[in-house]
């Protein structure tokens, strides 16, 4: 009986500390302490410009968060039936699925968002904010239908064979019995995801959303202050992301509890 | 003679795993209430032909019709007739996502629309006749091999099945824990269940068998009542099997 869990490790967010894994986890609260105590320094020291920058910032980060929560969405809705595709024995489903994730992991995310945002523009006149979500969304979608493809793959198959002899079909045995295991292993790289999407909202500031870095870059081209704008902005995604990276560690500790004797 | 129909009619079932033939010119049938457990070295094919009663395995030619329904038939629902047929698998294969009780529950609540008070009383029933009533609320992680076998035998039986298969149900467990499982199955046996048993308990088919089934190469050999098939098997396969075994 295997009772040992798989972890998929996508790697391109931030590392997320498990209690098993001291070294990380020692690493998390050194970096998030020094960074609290960088900007209390700055804050208190510097307050022009920082106590000022840091008041104009807001908003960029109210829209950071819309344009993650929005697209991380999408990108679950699109992952799930990219990774039900995916392992779909239909073929036509099966190509369908797969052709989506090919095209999407071969095309960098940045002239997505340029492609999105002016090849939508040419059919519908779309908010800036609406298209960074769908290309940003979809973008994501692929990757985590790979990441639903695996989880979902992970259990093992005497759990379906014993859903369908007490004589449940596909879909009840994925929606009852597959699915609410494999959120577990997919948790992990869907955290991964998450807040590696959180980082890549950065590149919207380019299509004139007003996340974080475009107010950011507002801010520096009005004061010429580059080198001090870009250090708070470097500092408050630090922080997001490592106060979100210890949530997800702490959520996943909360999943994992019919796992422990 | 017994006039009734069977309740499991198996009739020149050959099946393929690409090129490889995993059962050939299979014919079974079983009466209701019969208990058949067959027997054979393994890769003879004993698994394939119990997991084609209920189509987890599909069969290349032939045809299989259980309690009146052929399961070849495109009209025929095949989880309805799953309904019908318990399973229980080596690996006991519990939802390990839900409690004990909640393994007993799932199916009957989804599938018969039971209420879940009236299913969460059935289930307590059954695991009180499994021994096992103390872990109603706990994690399939937390039993012990046995333990787990047993929920997983009232889990089937959760469903009121007509038939329950077994797919050597004690071959996974520790030695001590074997006896635990075999006698609940031969309480279950005793009050009329219909059974077929794949395992290598010897003693079992024995005590319980109203016929044994040799098989071998995909095969079926030999098929006698157990006093006859251990005491004076037929064909020298058979012969060399036991010898080996007992």
């Known amino acids: 009986m295997s009772e040992k869990q798989v972890i998929i490790d996508v790697g391109d967010g931030a590392a997320i500390p498990r209690p098993e894994d001291k070294g990380l986890l020692s690493a998390w609260w050194l970096s998030f302490l020094g960074t609290l105590a960088v900007l209390a320094y700055l804050l208190i020291f510097h307050p022009d410009p920082y106590l000022r920058l840091l008041k104009f910032l807001p908003d960029g980060i109210i829209v950071t968060f819309q344009v993650t929560i929005a697209s991380i969405c999408l990108a679950l809705l699109l992952g799930l039936l990219a990774g039900l595709g995916r392992i779909s024995r239909n073929r036509i489903v099966n190509l369908v699925a797969s052709t989506y994730v090919e095209i999407i992991r071969g095309i960098p995310l940045l002239v997505q968002l340029f492609y999105i945002y002016f090849a939508l523009g040419r059919i519908v006149r779309?908010?800036?904010m609406v298209a960074?979500?769908?290309?940003?969304?979809?973008?994501?979608?692929?990757?985590?239908?790979?990441?639903?493809?695996?989880?979902?793959?992970?259990?093992?198959?005497?759990?379906?064979?014993?859903?369908?002899?007490?004589?449940?079909?596909?879909?009840?045995t994925m929606r009852y019995v597959i699915l609410p295991q494999a959120w577990r292993t997919i948790l992990p790289p869907v955290g991964n995801e998450f807040i590696a999407l959180l980082k890549d909202t950065s590149l919207v500031s380019i299509i004139a959303v007003s996340d974080i870095l475009r107010r950011g870059r507002e801010f520096a081209s009005e004061s010429f202050l580059y080198f001090e704008t870009y250090t708070l902005i470097a500092i408050i995604y630090l922080l997001?992301?490592?106060?979100l990276s210890k949530i997800l560690s702490n959520v996943e500790q909360r999943l994992s509890h019919y796992e422990r004797r | 003679m017994n006039v009734v129909d069977p309740i499991i009619q198996i009739e020149h079932v050959n099946t393929f795993f690409g090129s490889f033939q995993a059962l050939t010119d299979v014919s079974l049938t079983v009466q209701p209430g019969e208990k058949v457990v067959v027997i054979g070295p393994s890769g003879s094919g004993k698994s394939t032909l119990l997991r084609t009663i209920n189509r987890l395995e599909k069969i290349s030619s032939g045809s299989i019709v259980v309690d009146g329904h052929a399961l070849d038939d495109p009209s025929q629902d095949i989880n309805k007739i799953r309904?019908?047929?318990?399973?229980?698998?080596?690996?006991?294969?519990?939802?390990?996502?839900?409690?004990?009780?909640k393994n007993l529950t799932l199916a009957p609540?989804?599938?018969?629309?039971?209420?879940?008070?009236?299913?969460?009383k059935h289930a307590m029933e059954l695991l009180a006749k499994v021994g096992v009533a103390d872990k109603a609320s706990s994690?399939?992680?937390?039993?012990?091999?046995?333990?787990?076998?047993r929920v997983a035998i009232a889990r089937a039986l959760a469903m009121n099945p007509a038939i329950m298969l077994f797919d050597e149900p004690t071959s996974a467990?520790?030695?001590?824990?074997?006896?635990?499982?075999?006698?609940?199955?031969?309480?279950?046996?005793?009050?009329?269940?219909?059974?077929?048993v794949v395992t290598h308990e010897m003693g079992f088919a024995r005590e319980v068998a109203d016929k044994v089934v040799f098989m071998d190469g995909g095969r079926i050999l030999e098929i006698a009542p157990p006093g006859t098939f251990f005491d004076y098997p037929v064909h020298e396969r058979t012969r060399t099997f036991l010898k080996q075994i007992l």
């Open chain 1, 126 to 128: 779309v908010p800036d």
């Open chain 1, 132 to 172: 960074a979500i769908i290309a940003l969304g979809f973008c994501y979608g692929a990757y985590m239908g790979e990441v639903f493809r695996a989880g979902i793959m992970s259990i093992d198959h005497g759990q379906t064979e014993a859903s369908l002899s007490l004589g449940f079909n596909r879909s009840q």
């Open chain 1, 240 to 243: 997001i992301t490592l106060v």
């Open chain 2, 83 to 101: 309904e019908e047929v318990g399973m229980v698998f080596q690996s006991f294969n519990l939802f390990r996502h839900m409690t004990v009780l």
């Open chain 2, 109 to 120: 609540v989804k599938l018969k629309k039971q209420q879940k008070s009236q299913a969460e």
């Open chain 2, 139 to 149: 994690y399939p992680v937390q039993l012990s091999g046995g333990q787990q076998q």
């Open chain 2, 173 to 196: 467990l520790d030695p001590e824990m074997i006896g635990e499982v075999l006698d609940v199955m031969v309480t279950l046996a005793r009050e009329g269940m219909t059974m077929v």
